[in-house]
């Protein structure tokens, strides 16, 4: 299982967290409403999920398997709290903007559900991997559903740029086309299911095509817990 | 021998969709006549628009899924659909906003459910809701009634408006048409009493003459008339119609009744709005409704009572369009619990 590339198709695409586990739906729908949220929750989320990995990867030997949910937990609500404090010393604006969501990555399923289904179970460095590519592959779906909904809801990308990534970045901010009158399906969370709806069929599409293309060449099938709970 | 097989509710019938969707939309006419003679020539275009984005997404549509797009276009389904899209949002909508919610109502609505015949939801009520939660600004702008605007909506003045034409010789159309939106007489009450006033107080203002709203009356009146048409040629079954309109009668009688200063009459619930639209044309839509008839009574009942709930207490003006949807989920459900008597058995199952 220390196969890199296998885990980082995995974790980009074969078994990415937003498409295909659908976990951790909650912040995914809730806060991709801009490009800019999107990205600062999924780099929250794709931290706490390297460290997490890393730790429970550690400690995988000493835990009790009886306790090794809380355990998890713990270690989980530590990182997330630190990467809050970071947040809100750092990028007050983002951290305002993120609200609740921000702690609410504790309860993430992609996290627990990693943490369970791989950290507990490989080395050190084969984990810190699979937690940055399942982190990139989220951050992935994240940013892109929040440039559809923000290009949809007010014609814009990268609007308050400068909440995440300092002053110099308000000159990020994209107008694609102005609207006088903001589409607010897109911004509001039906807009947002109505979107992950679309990426997973475009998603299912691109894989039938790959399929059709070579029918030959049977994909090495790795056995790994799917977890299919929705958070 | 060899029976025949088929689905509740078990009436066959000889009328084929396209022959039951094209009465639909003659029996609209009175109605579209009333609305277009009260509130103006905008309705005329929003039904050019709608059916033009409709017709060609259901095509365009239709050939992405690989099937016959002759056979799509011809049930007719889309054109219904697309009228009463059209009759439902205000006259002088922009156009963009009729191209978003027609797209939507066909594409999203109906064929990522699998077609005519498989949505759940009623596409044109969805796409109101849309439009509706969308831009809200632009969705409870009405027409004022002819009767209170100095000059009625002319064709030329319509087009200009909603294609938001801005060149000078049409400038002095469009500021003829944007002094006279108003909100309707539903909402106008629905203000009134939130501001303290009592309902008999509300009524005095110039948007009712005394019982309901100018105008809408005999809107609804028409579309009541369409609505009988159409029972009369079998191409509804009363069921539905009549719980609806029970359902508003008793529900707005009895809190008349006990409140009548904070209450609208029954008779401001049923010719406001869309209440005949809805109990006619829109909940009767033999895909999203109940089948059976006992499922069909409780449907349009469910669809009254939510009806006066939402327009007493919630917060929007006209409930139309949410009653619907919400009884649509509830379909399949009532088609579970309440079947029909198979022939040979006992009551119950």
Redesign the interface.
Known sequence: MTNYREIAWQGLWKNNPGLVQLLGLCPLLAVTATVTNALGLGLATLIVLVGSNILVSLVREYVPKEIRIPVFVMIIAALVTCVQLLINAYAYGLYLSLGIFLPLIVTNCVIIGRAEAFASRNNVTSAAFDGLMMGVGFTAILVVLGGMRELLGQGTLFDGAELLLGDWASSLTIQVFNVD?P????M?P?GAF?AM?LLIALKNVIDDKIEQRKPQQEAEIIARARITKVG | MAFKIASSPHVSTSLQTNKVMQRVALCLIPGILAQVYFFGMGTLVQILIAVITCLSAEAAIMKLRNKSIKNALSDNSALVTAVLIAVAIPPLTPWWMTVIGCFFAIVIVKHLYGGLGNNIFNPAMAAYVLLLVSFPLQMTNWVAPSELAANQVSITAAFAHIFELSTAGLDHFRIAVDGHTMATPLDTFKTDLSMGMTSSESLQRNVFDGMTGVGWFWVNLAYLAGGLIMLKLKVIRWHISVGILMAIFVCSGIGFLLNPDTHASPMLHLFSGGTMLCAFFIATDPVTAATSTRGRLLFGAIIGVLIFVIRTYGGYPDAVAFAVLLANMCAPFIDYYIRPRSYGHRAGN
């Open positions: 009158t589409f607010l399906l897109a509001l039906p109505i709806g």
